[in-house]
């Protein structure tokens, strides 16, 4: 069955590391791999799109890889800030149908 | 610019009770539409999407159904709520290019007692 991983485990970090997350997929073929915030009691916001061909994609302090090889996508957050602190979600296709990880929780100590 | 309204944004409601959610979009036409729920502390779960008027398809057998009487109204409803109903909805819309990126509403949380 169609699976996707993230990190199990909420990710604590001091102001000013590199927070790295983890998503993981098993039987997808995804043309692209999005990444998502959510901070509690709200909606996701989106926040970058990966497509196949493409190995890295950046946005201001964000970074994300995409290998289709290990099934595996990686979101950095550079010079990480409290206001980082938020869950993170992963999510795939096939289109009409974008599927979701169960997200991992990222708190930035100050 | 796109907006997209959900309401309400909160009730509790006893069980075998009905239920209707609303969500509207603006500023776009033709939009995809969909449901998610998710559960206290688990991922988004697809509910129902929507590529048109009329056009309803259903991810998983549960106790609710979903209803797109306009272009950019979307309505998930029940006829009698179970405690496994509770949770956060999630109203969402994309427009068909392929990518499928996802705005989300503000969301409602249901309790059902």
């Known amino acids: 069955s169609q699976k996707i991983e993230q990190n199990s485990e909420a990710l604590n970090i001091q102001e000013g590391k590199t927070a790295t997350l983890t998503c993981n997929y098993t039987?997808?073929?995804?043309?692209?791999l999005q990444w998502y915030r959510q901070d509690p009691g709200r909606g996701p916001v989106f926040l970058l799109l990966?497509?196949?061909?493409?190995k890295e994609k950046r946005k201001e302090r964000l970074k994300v890889t995409f290998d289709t090889t290990l099934k595996q996508s990686l979101f950095h957050i550079t010079a990480s800030q409290p206001a980082d602190s938020a869950t993170y979600l992963c999510?795939?296709?096939?289109?009409?149908?974008?599927?979701f990880g169960a997200g991992t929780t990222v708190t930035v100590r100050a | 610019s796109q907006t997209i309204h959900q309401w309400p944004a909160t009730l509790v409601q006893p069980v075998g009770s009905p239920l209707s959610l609303e969500c509207t979009v603006e500023g776009t036409s033709n939009p995809n539409l969909y449901w998610y729920r998710q559960a206290a502390g688990r991922g988004l779960q697809l509910l129902f999407y929507s590529v048109g008027i009329g056009q309803i398809s259903s991810e998983v057998p549960q106790n609710l159904s979903a209803s797109r009487p306009q272009d950019r109204q979307f309505i998930l409803s029940s006829k009698k709520l179970l405690l496994s109903d509770s949770g956060f909805y999630l109203c969402?819309?994309?427009?068909?290019?392929?990518?499928?990126?996802?705005?989300f509403g503000a969301g409602s949380r249901l309790t059902v007692l």
């Open positions: 039987n997808y073929s995804p043309a692209y």
């Open positions: 969402a819309w994309s427009v068909g290019d392929g990518a499928n990126v996802l705005t």
């Open positions: 990966i497509r196949e061909n493409e």
């Open positions: 999510a795939l296709e096939p289109p009409y149908k974008l599927s």
